[in-house]
């Protein structure tokens, strides 16, 4: 069960109070008219399942009821960041090698908080 | 004022009504007696309105109306000097305020007209929701067993309230003193939310305050 | 009987029971005495009993091996009547208390006359691994037989078959820091975590915390190490920041250190909970413990030896004989044979000797071993036999005696003569295997170290082990390793950590052990007599060696085709010992063959305290509308619509006789198409949503328009998800220029508000708009009829001309004095008001209603009524007669689509997808069944030729279908592919019992087609 920190409620929370959504920072097209429906259809139904750094969006359904972005490394079920909806990770699969040290460092500070 | 509609819910005060808990009062009985370590009352009828907007935009308004500042710090709860009137942040633009029965459809009005055109949303919520009081040495006990938020006095002093989950429901969880717990439950739920402290609470002994 | 003839192997002295109480038990209908402090399997012992259950698949009789947890054999059914029963319970876990019943587990007709054993005694030579999947798979149909059989001869335990009396519960609890057992690595690190101030908890499973140190030989401070224990526990029980929790067992670890606690609070008290104060405590609790770091202090389990016959009764682990002979003051035995591969297992010999009793020899592997405590054991005169090791146990019932041999490990050979020792007891000891069970819940792979010949816990986050789990066996090392990691843990937390002085221990001169397994017979492990390695499932060195012979390599493949570390044992003793003969067999070495995964739960948990509160009546929430008591009242039969309860229909009862659902569904639907009838629609899902953009916002998230909807108007609102598939559907009022009521489906309520907050939050927050559920607020009371208007106005101020309040149109003003806000909207196609007034006055509106209604002959109906009377209408039910792929064209819904509203709104452009164009997509049809007697079944398939070779081309299925009393005859919505151009055309309904219904494809509106009936 996971303990996730709310970005807006500044706490780790209970997972029971979060509702997954699947994953983060698709956007909709801004013109859909404008896309083919191949286009439409990778907006509609393809997503990513890697096997490491992931985003996530996600929702303190029972709570302050905001959605927000989490990374989580699927192999291990540990969350290395969470940021608010509008907000860029800084953990990435590119960059985790070096900021692996530093997501360490927030994840303790986050137990504590 | 913005450009919707208000409507005062309440009437004459000869008319009969019924709070959330008057169905458990009759089905599941209120227990009372004495050796008990538990104590639960509900306080029926107050006003609940939900608050929604920017903090600064609210905050003015609500200092002036109400004499209250807006909690802008996650989970705060604040009280007016007489502690009948309450406000807590749900959330970065939404927060519940509670207040004596009746004052609610003044209150909202006054707001309304102190905010003008700015963008906000107040939703009366009165109907849909009771306040149970829970008190008595086996409170933290009976609040382990039923929500999954840590309660130790450490993580939750006085003048926190957070949303959390309520065995299978959902519940406000509010702390407006050392001794006394304020649980905000759903109407539709209140009958389940009951039933479950009454059971939760045997083993303590609870006594319940109508 | 005596006292004294009862409990013969009890010492006079000694141990930590209280001689001064007895208690009274039975064990298999025999009535038997003994002590508070004694666990039942040290009672039983004291009362000289050998056969404690048979074993699982040979039927083997069984004795008492072990002290604790890994208790393989012990297993036994406790309760004195069907309520108290409960399974699988470890005679070694639990305390024994007056009137305890226990009996064996396995054991048909007993344990002493078995007739399974015959079986197992026939059967073992032909009852390899694979033998049930080899044996009874043929023929398939005769399984369900056999296993009828099987599972009689070979479960484990029953549940019981009355109800429980007991309640049971969860605790949801946080800590900085949990010390999972409190021995003497626990304790010193829980010490040391508590003079931080940080929020500590200690489970031990045991009935007294102090692990070894209870039992131990050893000093600390020179005085005897459980008065250290003693004092550490006495600060610890004085710390308001610590919790003390023995008698729970931490059985899980989860993600994000959630662990999982299971506390035993009367199980040692009695059967069922004793009153107290009136009061019933609860007999077991589920701790949910979310945990800043986790101390394992879990300790090592004593690994027995393999040899054969080792499963004979009178087999004991070394450590266990010095547990009962020092915590419990009973010798399990006259004549004690030793065999060991280390130097921890002389101490069994030392205290059988104190103890009085005989001991015949120790049997060392080693060759030359040396160190204090076989000093000792020379000094007390124990014959010690070296390089040898105990080959084979023999008796039956019991132990009669111990074949001794010199060994050769490294060849795995028998390497000189073998002699019989005379002894009722052998004592084994192989080393230690660290408890890594939890560690390993983690999903984290444990490290095998050479030098203590062991798994240790792979290396997870926000986890500190120490002492016994960690390899570490030397107590001055493990009460150091203690501290440091209880000093570790707390300064993680942020906290500031204390001085804690470490007693100081003896320091022994120890030997090296050796890497001892499987002991070497005389012949071959495959035509020898059985050596077992895993005693609870019966797995013995043969199987795994003819494991790996038909080719299994994998050990998690070894464990599934032979059993190994299964159910209720999870490899407690025998996973190292199986492991070890794996990799002989396989020419490999133990880390190349590596361990199984364990996994929760540890040992195992009733069921009680996994469901908790979450039963019977609380199993679920019951949602209830303010109503509800007047519906009970009346009689209602309910429906599940999501948690809430709703009215089904209101039987009535005539002349004694009670209605069924079918009249009384026929009368409330004659109701309202003649009179009047009323709903409690309180349960449909209502958003306020209030904002200057709030218009434009319905806009983008309903397919149909909203820019023209005025103040005073409401209207009827489909939603799509972005893949164009109908999602939710309700009327949307204007109640201000900035502010609308939406209402959603029953079941879609929280749905459809995190929907709109999705959107909201992530791709349009410059939408200025909020949302807000007032589903709980008003209460909704639907009248409707020809006699609805009449009905009102007799109790409303508000004008209801028709003229003035026309359909789908919203006022508001006073319904019996309270006041309301009133909607004219339809889901019957009748003449409707909706009535919403506060919540707290609805029981007082709804009873005016019918003090005024009864002339009108008001019928409250349910929603089986309302179903009809929408279905006759044609109106779809979201979910019922959409299933997430139809879309508002498949439903013949055009006119509620805004093709031209300038934003794309959610669903739109999927619209035009090809997939969504085609066009033999099923789409929503009427159909009537030419026999009106008839009603279709909801869900039946429908095939356009019924002669066609089976299997037939389906074209659609039905939706919706019930009686219509008003046409009295049965009807139907369905879709069917391409359904819309089909009108008038004939389909097939085959059904399962080779009837086959005839129906006509008709319009959807099946009453009122001009829907006049509702504007009047």
């Known amino acids: 069960m996971f303990y996730i920190y709310c970005p807006y409620c500044g706490e780790h929370r209970e997972e029971e109070e979060f509702h997954p959504k699947g994953q983060a920072h698709i956007e909709r097209p801004k013109n859909p008219e404008e896309c083919s429906d191949e286009e439409w259809g990778d907006y509609l139904f393809f997503r990513d399942n890697p096997r490491g750094v992931h985003h996530e969006m996600w929702v303190h359904a029972v709570g302050c009821r905001k959605f927000f972005n989490i990374t989580r490394h699927t192999v291990s079920y540990e969350i290395l960041e969470t940021y608010k909806m509008g907000e860029q990770p800084s953990i990435t699969a590119a960059n985790q090698t070096q900021s692996r040290e530093a997501a360490a460092v927030s994840h303790q500070e986050g137990v504590r908080a | 004022m913005s450009n919707a509609a208000t409507f005062d819910t309440r009437t004459d005060t000869a008319i009969p009504v019924e709070s959330p808990l008057a169905y458990s009062y009759r089905h599941s009985g209120a227990p009372r007696g004495s050796g008990y370590r538990l104590k639960l009352r509900e306080r029926a009828m107050l006003g609940h309105l939900i608050l929604r907007g920017g903090a600064i935009v609210l905050d003015e308004a609500v200092r002036e109306v109400l004499g209250i500042s807006l909690p802008g710090k996650p989970q705060a709860l604040v009280h007016d000097a007489s502690g009948e009137r309450s406000i807590q942040w749900l959330s970065p633009d939404e927060w519940l305020v509670i207040v004596p029965g009746g004052e609610e459809f003044p209150l909202e009005t006054k707001l309304r007209e102190y905010l003008g055109d700015a963008h906000y949303a ?89 | 009987m005596s006292q004294s003839k009862q409990q013969v192997f009890r010492l006079a002295t000694g141990g930590r029971i209280d001689r001064t109480r007895t208690l009274s038990f039975t064990f298999n209908g025999q009535p038997y005495q003994g002590h508070p402090g004694d666990t039942l399997a040290s009672a039983l012992l004291a009362n000289g009993v050998d056969i404690v259950n048979r074993s699982f698949k040979y039927s083997r009789p069984r004795g008492i091996v072990a002290a604790g947890a890994e208790e393989p054999n012990a297993i036994v059914q406790l309760g004195s009547s069907e309520a108290a029963q409960v399974p699988n319970v470890r005679a070694t876990q639990q305390a024994l208390f007056n009137d305890l019943t226990a009996r064996s587990t396995n054991g048909w007709p007993n344990v002493q006359r078995d007739l399974m054993g015959l079986v197992g005694k026939l059967g073992g030579q032909f009852m390899p691994p694979g033998f049930y999947y080899k044996t009874f ?98 600060e610890l029980a ?68 393999v040899y054969a016959g080792n499963d004979v009764p009178g087999n004991l682990l070394a450590g266990a004989v010095s547990t009962y002979i020092r915590r419990y003051g009973v010798v399990p035995g006259r004549q004690l044979v030793l065999s060991t591969s280390n130097d921890y297992g002389y101490r069994a010999a030392l205290d059988w000797k104190e103890a009085g009793c005989e ?33 084979e146990a023999k008796g039956s019932n019991r132990v009669t005696g111990a074949r001794v041999a010199k060994i050769d490990i490294d060849a795995f050979k028998v390497s000189g003569p073998v002699q019989e020792l005379a002894c009722d007891t052998i004592a084994s000891s192989g080393g230690y295997s660290p ?42 090392d493990v009460i150091a390793e203690g501290v440091e990691a209880g000093i570790k843990a707390v300064a993680t937390m942020g906290y500031t950590a204390q001085t804690v002085n470490i007693p100081s221990a003896e320091r022994l001169q ?63 003793l025998g996973n190292i010992n199986g492991m070890a003969i794996a990799a002989r067999c396989l020419n490999r070495s133990i880390p190349e063959v590596g361990t199984t995964v364990f996994r929760p739960n540890y040992t195992p948990v009733t069921f009680g305290a996994i469901v908790g509160r979450h039963c019977r009546d609380l199993f679920d929430p019951e949602r209830y509308t303010a109503l509800h008591q007047w519906h009970v009242e009346r009689g209602a039969e309910f429906e599940d619509v999501g948690q809430w309860k709703r009215p089904w229909y209101y039987p009535q009862k005539m002349s004694g006789k009670t209605e069924t659902m079918h009249e009384a569904v026929a009368r409330e639907c004659l109701a309202v198409r003649e009179k009047v009838g009323i709903l409690d629609a309180s349960t449909l899902g209502k958003i306020d949503i209030q904002g200057p953009d709030a218009r434009e916002f319905l806009a983008r998230i309903y397919t149909n328009k909203w820019e023209k909807l005025a103040v005073g108007k409401c209207r009827y609102g489909l939603m799509c998800k972005d893949d164009g598939m109908v999602t939710d559907d309700g009327v949307t009022s204007c109640l201000a220029e900035n502010h609308f009521l939406m209402t959603t489906t029953t079941g879609g309520a929280a749905a459809i508000l995190e929907w709109l907050e999705l959107w909201h939050q992530t791709e349009w927050p410059e939408l200025d708009v ?45 319904v019996a004095g309270v006041p309301a806000r009133v909607f004219r909207i339809s889901f019957t196609g009748e003449l409707t008001f909706e009535i919403n007034v506060q919540a707290n006055y609805a029981m007082h509106v709804w009873q005016t209603l019918f003090k005024h209604g009864e002339k009108y002959g008001l019928t409250p109906y349910g929603t089986e009524t309302m179903h009809v009377l929408r279905a006759e209408k044609g109106f779809i039910i979201v979910g019922q007669e959409t299933d997430g792929s139809v879309t508002p064209e498949d439903l013949g819904m055009q006119w509620c689509v805004g093709y031209d509203k300038p934003f794309s709104w959610i669903g739109k452009r999927a619209l035009t997808r090809s997939d969504t164009k085609r066009e033999n ?79 006509e494809i008709v319009s959807t509106v099946f009453y009122d087609p001009k829907g006049e009936r509702q504007h009047v």
């Open chain 3, 238 to 305: 004085g710390c308001e920041n610590v919790s003390l929790l023995p008698r729970t067992t931490v059985n899980g670890y989860h993600d994000h250190n959630f662990v999982t606690l299971h506390e035993r609070r009367t199980e040692h008290l009695g059967e069922t909970a004793p009153v107290v104060n009136g009061h019933r405590p609860v007999r077991s609790r589920m701790h949910r413990v979310r945990v800043g770091q986790v101390i394992l202090a879990t300790g090592a389990h004593e690994r027995p030896l």
């Open chain 3, 137 to 234: 798979m043929a023929p398939a149909s005769m399984w369900l037989t056999y296993e009828k059989y099987i599972r009689k001869a070979a479960g484990l335990g029953r549940s019981p078959m009355e109800d429980d009396p007991d309640s049971y519960d969860h605790f949801n609890q946080h800590c900085d820091v949990l010390v999972v057992g409190a021995g003497a690595a626990g304790l010193s690190a829980a010490l040391a975590a508590a003079r931080s101030g940080a929020r500590v908890m200690v489970a031990d499973e045991q009935e007294e915390m102090g692990g070894s140190l209870l039992e131990s030989r050893e000093t600390l401070n020179g005085k005897p190490a459980d008065q250290w224990a003693a004092q550490v526990l006495e």
């Open chain 3, 921 to 999: 997509r099923k789409q929503l049809v009427g159909l009537r069944p030419k026999d009106p007697k008839v009603i279709l079944e909801e869900g039946a398939q429908i095939v356009l030729d019924p002669k066609h070779a089976i299997p037939m081309p389906m074209v659609g299925h039905v939706t919706s279908s019930y009686y219509s009393p008003i046409l009295d005859a049965g009807f139907a919505l369905a879709v069917v592919k391409g359904g819309h151009q089909k009108l008038g055309e004939t389909v097939y309904l085959p059904m399962a019992d080779g009837q086959t219904h005839e129906a």
């Open chain 3, 359 to 391: 001991v015949v020899a120790i049997v060392d592997a080693r060759e030359a071993p040396k160190g204090d405590w076989i000093d000792a054991a020379r000094a007390q005169g124990i014959k010690i036999i070296t390089g040898s090791a105990v080959i």
């Open chain 3, 510 to 572: 120890q030997g090296p052990a050796v890497a001892l397994f499987q002991v070497p017979h005389e012949k071959p492990t495959l035509r020898g007599p059985k050596q077992f390695v895993d005693l609870q499932n019966d797995v013995t060195a043969a199987g795994i060696e003819l494991a790996t012979r038909e080719g299994f390599e994998s050990i998690e493949h070894i464990k599934r085709y032979t059993a190994m570390g299964f159910g209720t044992d999870q490899g407690k």
């Open chain 2, 122 to 210: 107040i939703s009366d919520v009165s109907g849909g929701q009771t306040l149970l009081e829970v008190s008595g040495e086996a409170a933290l006990e009976l609040l382990m067993k039923t929500v999954i938020y840590d309660v130790h006095p450490s993580n939750f002093p006085v003048g926190k309230g957070v949303t959390t989950v309520f065995a299978k429901a959902t519940t406000i969880l509010r702390r407006p003193s050392e001794e006394r717990w304020e649980l905000v439950v759903r109407r539709s739920f209140a009958d389940y939310c009951y039933r479950w402290l009454l059971d939760a609470g045997s083993e303590y002994g609870v006594n319940v305050e109508q």
């Open chain 3, 435 to 476: 408890v890594i069970h939890l560690a390993s819940h983690t999903g984290a792979r444990p490290t095998w170290r050479d030098d203590i010949i062991g798994f240790v816990p792979g290396l997870v986050k926000g986890v500190q082990a120490c002492g016994g789990v960690n390899g570490t066996y030397a107590l001055g």
């Open chain 3, 770 to 814: 909020y949302f807000s559920s007032v589903t709980d607020h008003w209460a909704t009371m639907t009248i409707t009829g020809p006699e609805a208007r009449k009905l009102l106005a007799e109790i409303s101020d508000i004008d209801l001309d028709r003229d003035s309040f026309k359909f789908m149109d919203w006022r508001s003003g006073k």
